[in-house]
């Protein structure tokens, strides 16, 4: 079994409070979850009203897979139209 994480560090330089960013991070999460059926949340930086930091999980036997698929993820979130932007991500395979 492998088991691969993500950590992905977002910027959301249009939100001017929690209640903004948290729609932002909220349809991130619901996206990620529903187009690649993995565990994902907010972990850090909750508090911030411009950033974020959310974790990714993923589970398979093979580790290419894993990373494969969590590159994917971060290309997805870089690329969708979400108001946020992708500061920093590390990928760690297990």
């Known amino acids: 079994m492998v088991v691969g994480l993500c950590t992905v560090v977002l910027e959301i330089p249009a939100s001017h409070s929690l209640k903004a960013k948290r729609r932002v991070v909220k349809s991130i999460l619901a996206k990620v979850r529903n187009q690649f059926n993995v565990s994902i949340a907010e972990v850090d930086a909750n508090d911030a009203w411009q950033s974020a930091v959310i974790g990714i999980a993923c589970v398979s036997n093979d580790a290419s ?29 297990l």
């Open 65 to 93: 897979h894993v990373h494969g698929i969590l590159t994917r993820i971060v290309e997805t979130i870089t690329n969708s139209r979400f108001d946020a932007d992708v500061v920093d991500y590390q990928i760690e395979i």
